[in-house]
């Protein structure tokens, strides 16, 4: 398509995306995050059963065994694969099976935001299908350039046939 930089991910060619789009986490956390271990010996508000049972994923008998999984998000959360393990025991749920890549490189920026977003779209998507592989996908940055080609690295090297992503941006012109 005209207009279209060379290297653009196929995922972006529907429509023209320009490097100074970026997306954004739907939650937005002001000030600095404290993250302290949940050790309640029974956690409050809605379980993995309940969200299970209100999806109708119990009326299922698949786990999410032989799946992958894969979570795009931007600049990934040093935090996640403890916050997805405490999540897991605190739940009774099986010890979750993540691998983590960054098509990019390693990113070196730290987003409360972003961080918080990305341990709780690994810990939902492990407590709807807890047997399943998870691939925690980590744009370098927030720019839709970014995401998409992440999202094409979950399916073309990862072989992720579940993507989740949990952002949003302003619409543009060509979008309509």
Known sequence: AQGIP???????????????INARPPIWVLGPVRATPFL??????????????????DQI????????IAIVDAYGSPT?????????????????QLKV???????????SGWALETSLDLQWAHAIAPKAKLALIVAKSASLSNLLAAVDYAVKTVGAKQVSMSWGSSEFSSEA
Not at 46 to 54: D, E, L, Q, T, W
Not at 101 to 111: A, E, F, M
């Open 6 to 20: 060379d290297g653009t991910p196929a995922s972006a060619q529907a429509f023209e995306v320009t490097d100074n």
């Open 40 to 57: 309640a010996t029974s956690p409050g508000g809605v379980s993995p059963a309940k969200v299970r049972h209100a999806y109708g994923f």
């Open 61 to 68: 008998t698949g786990d999410g065994t032989g799946q992958t």
């Open 80 to 96: 996640a694969a403890n916050d997805l393990a405490v999540f897991s025991t605190a739940f009774g749920l099986p010890a979750a």
């Open 101 to 111: 890549y960054y098509p990019s490189g390693k990113v070196n920026n730290l987003n």
